[in-house]
């Protein structure tokens, strides 16, 4: 406690006098002068870091010549809205071709039409609810400063919906095709294309891959993981060395080359190594499109299934998952495949594959071994087409379903685009980029863009 502290100290000893009138009045002014908030707030927020820069730049006389030039930003155009009163508007409208035809008819026939004059501004009436409002005839000139007014701007449109903007405008203004013309303003405004999520189902229609004719024709590969801990028996890293090393011990040399191998843009398969080894085999090396794992489905489908199987049959602590690799692999090629309608292992080897639980099958004796090879090459033609038939089948029900409700715009050379942000970092982050210019068509649903502004 206080009282019980008897250590005389220096502050406590010293003899404090009275204060003088000028330290007084020093005091006070000490007092009224402003502090900066720099020095009071531990947290300095960036509108108050601007506010400061503010109020430390130099005052510049509104005489001076160097003016700043102020340019047309697209996703500012706030600025840029151009505020008309009523002479003005009737100035535009006695300048407007249509709006003078129907000055014409409202002096020939005053009481057929739906227009009439007030104060020289032509109006028309429509009807909303149970009563007839006047609004004002807006002419050509003049539509793109509504639209800008009602949509553009945060407190009349705050770049609302289409729906919205029209019901907004059209109790207040009127001009043919009101409807198109917001529709159109608003699908191409800069900042609803960049900010706003498309509610609507991707672009394009699919475009199945032509089934192979043959097995073995081709071949997708994929990483999944890391799955912890790494072991030997499957793969410790996904490097190239380790995709080249799998490729040729455990496909190639059990099975042979494969005509052309399908992967990923991932750096394991788009290295030299794994590419120089491709050329030595005679494999054409193809692959996907960046960030579209779709069209790899067959390889990523397999994973998903792998994984789910794999979770459910090692143990509690996940830690023996390349002991079941393998087993997991063999039920897989000896089951009956969902799209082929033959297994795997039916395919290759032209026969049932004999299981560990099986009952004991009889062996036949085949004393002309020739017929035996022709007959086992006729039932692996037959299952070829088969497995080809059922694939097209399949994919034409996919086709079906993907294409349902969705639309297949085409787009042009030259034409300008915005592409989606992947990796979103924050809440209210631009959705899009752009926009880009198209510079080549790949094929029916890939496009080659290139940015406008690094042309120079």
């Excluded at 707030?41 to 003016?67: D, F, G, W, Y």
């Excluded at 000055?103 to 009807?127: A, D, F, H, M, S």
């Excluded at 909303?128 to 006047?134: E, F, L, P, Q």
């Excluded at 496909?251 to 399908?262: C, D, E, F």
Aim: charged letters at 20%; glycine letters at 4%.
């Amino acid at each position: 406690k206080g009282n019980k502290n008897c250590v005389a100290d220096c502050l406590s000893r010293y003899p404090v006098g009275e204060p003088f009138d000028d330290e007084i009045e020093q005091r006070s002014i000490a007092i009224q002068t402003e502090i900066q908030p720099s020095i009071v707030n531990t947290i300095t927020t960036r509108a108050m870091k601007q506010q400061q820069q503010q109020l430390l730049e130099p005052n510049v006389p509104a005489s001076t010549t160097h003016q700043p030039v102020r340019t047309f930003d697209p996703l500012n155009v706030v600025n840029h809205i151009t505020v008309f009163t009523n002479e003005q508007l009737k100035h535009h409208q006695q300048e407007d071709n249509s709006i003078k035809k129907i000055i014409e008819n409202i002096e020939k026939t005053p009481l057929k039409i739906e227009y009439y004059l007030n104060n020289g501004i032509v109006c028309r009436n429509v009807k909303r609810i149970n009563r007839i409002i006047a609004v004002p005839v807006i002419p050509k000139t003049k539509i793109k400063d509504v639209l800008l007014a009602y949509h553009n701007s945060p407190m009349n449109g705050a770049h609302l919906g289409i729906d919205r903007t029209y019901y907004k405008i059209r109790d207040r203004f009127y001009w043919p095709r009101m409807y198109y013309d917001i529709a159109q303003h608003i699908k191409s405004c800069p900042n609803c294309n960049i900010n706003k999520y498309s509610r609507k189902k991707p672009n394009g229609y699919l475009n199945p891959v032509d089934p192979p004719v043959g097995v073995w024709e081709n071949l997708s590969m994929d990483f999944v993981g890391p799955i912890t801990p790494p072991s030997a028996s499957a793969t410790r890293d996904n490097s190239a060395l380790t995709a080249a090393t799998v490729l040729v011990e455990h496909v190639i040399l059990k099975h042979g080359a494969p005509n052309q191998i399908l992967t990923d843009n991932s750096t394991h398969f788009t290295a030299e190594l794994f590419n120089a080894i491709m050329s030595l085999c005679g494999v054409c090396h193809i692959f996907t499109t960046p960030y579209n794992p779709k069209s790899n489905g067959v390889c990523e489908r397999f994973n998903a299934s792998m994984c789910d199987v794999l979770s459910a049959t090692c143990n509690t602590k996940r830690n023996d998952w390349d002991k079941q690799l393998s087993k997991i692999t063999f039920a897989y090629n000896s089951s009956r495949h969902v799209t082929t309608k033959l297994t795997p292992f039916e395919l290759i080897y032209g026969r049932l594959c004999e299981l560990p639980f099986d009952l004991p099958q009889r062996t036949t004796t085949v004393t002309e071994p020739h017929l035996y090879v022709k007959q086992l090459n006729e039932y692996l033609q037959m299952a070829k087409q088969i497995a080809r038939s059922n694939i097209k089948i399949s994919q034409e029900k996919s086709k079906q379903r993907y294409d349902a409700n969705r639309m297949n715009e085409t787009y042009i050379i030259g034409d300008f685009v915005y592409v989606k942000r992947l990796g979103l970092n924050y809440k209210l982050a631009s959705k899009y980029n752009g926009p880009y210019q198209i510079i080549q068509q790949l094929n029916e649903s890939i496009y080659r863009l290139q940015n406008p502004n690094e042309l120079n």
